[in-house]
């Protein structure tokens, strides 16, 4: 079946500009997770949707970022003004069971 | 709060040789326990996972992991590595508490596999 995809798969923007990254999960899966991976980092944890409940905001880094998931399906992570150091791959994933399914990410070059 | 440890940033190794990739977590109950390969420009793709049963477990592309309570480790191990093991590998540990469920993951190791 299908998987995880995110659109675009890249992205270059001027500083200061807003962006919209999209994540289509997997149907049928309640919980969606978006990643930061940074050049030679691991994954450092965004933000938590799981069903209806009201998301974990805690690993965003500062209030340009915002995310939403409508209808309990598609994502869309918001990063306003953006700045050079928001450059990075950003991952989407879904999950039913406790197994996070990874879409391929969204490279953001921020110049 | 939960935390991975990965010691090794590059690994190499020549083609055929085994190899084993460190993982170390701390957790305060038993642990949910997976390695991830990230292959260049790709999402990550599960190798296998430990939730209960059986430490030893085996995974995707001829992979094993061994559960060690005692020691907080989760080891990553094949018998044999192909040039296309080349990757970026990821130990995660989870869940978290507090009612979220949150991987938490390591910063990952380079396998680099010479001919």
């Known amino acids: 079946g299908a998987g995880v995809s995110q659109s675009p798969s890249n992205k270059v923007t001027e500083k200061g500009k807003d962006v919209e990254l999209r994540c289509d999960p997997i149907?049928?899966?309640?919980?969606l997770y978006w990643y930061r991976q940074s050049l030679g980092q691991g994954l450092e944890f965004l933000i938590y949707f799981q069903g209806n409940s009201a998301p974990d905001k805690s690993g965003l880094p500062s209030d340009r970022f915002s995310a939403e998931r409508t209808g309990g399906s598609v994502s869309t992570l918001t990063i306003q003004r953006t700045q050079q150091e928001d450059s990075a791959v950003y991952l989407c994933a879904s999950s039913l069971d406790n197994e996070q399914y990874f879409g391929p990410g969204t490279r953001l070059t921020v110049t | 709060a939960q935390s991975v440890t990965q010691p090794d940033i590059h690994i190499t190794v020549s083609e055929g040789a085994s190899l084993e990739l460190r993982c170390n977590y701390s957790?305060?109950?038993?642990?949910?326990l997976f390695w991830y390969v990230q292959s260049p420009g790709q999402g990550l793709q599960l190798l296998l996972k430990y939730f209960s049963g059986d430490t030893l477990v085996q995974g995707i592309k001829g992979f094993e992991a061994e559960f060690k309570r005692s020691q907080s480790s989760f080891n990553l191990r094949k018998p044999s590595v192909h040039w296309s093991d080349a990757a970026e590998y990821f130990c995660?540990?989870?869940?978290?508490?507090?009612?979220?469920?949150?991987?938490?993951f390591g910063r990952g190791t380079s396998l680099i596999v010479h001919p």
């Open positions: 957790y305060g109950a038993t642990p949910y």
């Open positions: 995660a540990v989870g869940p978290a508490s507090g009612g979220s469920y949150i991987p938490t």
């Open positions: 149907s049928g899966h309640t919980a």
